[in-house]
């Protein structure tokens, strides 16, 4: 295939109050890749994923999703094909039930009835959260939010998955209940984290952003190694783990 | 957190009453207060059918007696008030108990109680059988303009959040030593108040994003599409016809 499922060239953007976030970044992301998004606070990790479903259009440079460039036109398509899981889950998760917020975004690309039905049901499913179709939002726990709202997404069958800090805020069993799933999607998945075990177990290549460009790029596991470079970047590895001692996440 | 319990007001029961479709209910509800409303205040023997209608009502949803009582409570302020009317109205004055109070003034007590009293009833009988979401939904389909829906929505969505961060705010204030006592003490409070303000304006602003990454394009997709059938509509408009007979022949009683 000649296109990347996602193609980021020399973005530069700047938010109204004058904010430069991203000064020419450069991303290639191969299809079925898993990414790791590295950097510190204020990087521009955020304003970049927010790029790639045209939520934040670039001053200069071009993005594109599986060759289809993000423009006005494109924009429904794209924003079916890039599926955007936020930080904090109660801004994703907006409708009165699971259900319905589920079948939010199916139903805007124009499902209705059993289908959409179905689209939920799966979509539940392989998240592991059928049962919490008709509870409300808020009263989820912070674990089955996270995954409801990676639900919300999966529903519109996305080509790539983006995850804005997937595992903060959960505890263990529910961080690797997430990994987990994740672990079970086979599409691409670019995931913005600071929980660097995270990365390394689920994603086989890294980047780390700062100062809003692309800074370095690689295998996980040779970045995480990297202790010069991490320090650079305001990164650290928790204490006691070495990436060189750790199996290699597989390019599938 | 993690309860299935949705809402205070709401019981959880698989009654007749609780099946109906939203719609079906909010009309009947708002049908039968009305004609509680222009029942003539001395046709007692009327306001006795509508108790009976609720009272059967409320048996055949389930709900627990108790539940209904305790929460009609609520009209407690407003009767209190409403005692006050024989003594001060004027009119031709009748000896109560040794007490010399306006007749009209009863009945004018008695117009307030009753009409009340029923019209909490009715209320409280639509949320303990009617979950918020399908509340709101029955509104859409009864052609309520979407926006204010969508708007409703977002408000029972995102209150219970803003209550817990001004919740953390409180906290946060407290354990840093804060203890209003003076009227000029409040301006943190204040200054709380506007952050909250920022805060929940960003939060539009994420969620709107979120909204946008799904494909909203200005209007909110249908998703439930089940209509109410001719029956759910004429087993819901027996309680407000009923009403509206015992009304009706009251006013040609009085006239």
């Known amino acids: 295939m000649s296109h990347a499922a996602v193609q980021i060239s020399g973005v530069r953007f700047t938010y109204p109050d004058g904010r430069e976030a991203l000064c020419g970044a450069d991303l290639r992301v191969e299809h079925g890749q898993r990414v790791a998004l590295l950097g510190p606070n204020g990087a521009g990790k955020t304003t970049l994923a927010l790029q790639l479903n045209g939520i934040h259009r670039p001053d200069a440079g071009d993005v594109e999703i599986g060759g289809l460039p993000v423009t006005d036109p494109n924009l429904a398509e794209v924003r079916r094909r890039v599926g955007m899981v936020f930080q904090d889950a109660d801004d994703q998760l907006f409708m009165p039930t699971v259900r319905e917020d589920v079948a939010f975004g199916p139903a805007n690309l124009g499902l209705r009835g059993d289908e959409l039905a179905s689209r939920v049901t799966k979509a539940l499913e392989g998240v592991g959260a059928a049962e919490l179709a008709d509870r409300a939002p808020h009263h989820l726990s912070g674990g089955e939010r996270r995954r409801v709202a990676l639900a919300t997404v999966l529903a519109m069958r996305p080509d790539v998955l983006v995850l804005d800090e997937p595992t903060s805020g959960l505890d263990p069993a529910g961080r690797r209940e997430l990994i987990g799933v994740l672990q079970g999607l086979p599409i691409t998945q670019l995931a913005i984290t600071h929980d660097l075990p995270f990365a390394l177990e689920l994603c086989e290549r890294a980047v780390i952003v700062d100062g809003g460009r692309v800074v370095a790029d690689g295998a996980t596991a040779d970045l995480l190694a990297d202790e010069e470079l991490l320090h650079a970047h305001r990164l650290e590895l928790p204490f006691g783990l070495d990436p060189r001692t750790v199996p290699p996440s597989r390019p599938r | 957190m993690g309860a299935g319990h949705a809402h205070p007001l709401y019981v959880h029961e698989h009654s007749p009453v609780h099946r109906l479709a939203p719609e079906v209910k909010l009309a009947a509800a708002f049908a039968f207060v009305l004609a509680v409303a222009v029942t003539p205040r001395e046709a007692i023997w009327a306001f006795a059918i509508d108790a009976a209608t609720v009272g059967l009502v409320i048996r055949l949803a389930r709900l627990p007696v108790r539940f209904v009582a305790a929460r009609l409570a609520i009209i407690l302020p407003f ?99 804060y203890d209003p006592r003076w009227l000029w003490q409040v301006r943190p409070i204040a200054a ?51 009403a509206g007979i015992a009304a009706a022949v009251a006013l040609a009683v009085v006239a």
Request: net charge positive; aromatic share 8%; charged share 20%.
């Open chain 2, 192 to 242: 709380g108040a506007g952050a909250l303000f920022i805060r929940s304006y960003e939060r539009g602003e994420r969620v709107h994003a979120a909204m946008l990454s799904r494909g909203y394009s200005g209007a909110m997709p249908t998703i439930d599409e089940r209509v109410a059938s001719r029956r759910e509509w004429l087993a819901a408009a027996s309680a407000p016809l009923t």
């Open chain 2, 79 to 177: 009767i209190a008030f409403a005692f006050l009317i024989p003594f001060v109205a004027s009119g031709e004055r009748i000896d109560v108990l040794g007490v010399s109070v306006s007749q009209v003034g009863l009945w004018g007590t008695w117009n307030i109680i009753a009409k009340a009293t029923l019209g909490a009833g009715v209320s409280i009988l639509l949320a303990g059988t009617t979950e918020v979401p399908q509340l709101l939904r029955g509104l859409e389909r009864l052609r309520v303009p979407p926006t204010l829906t969508t708007i409703a929505a977002f408000m029972v969505r995102y209150l219970e959040l803003l209550a817990a961060e001004l919740g953390r705010m409180r906290t946060a204030m407290t354990a840093r030593g």
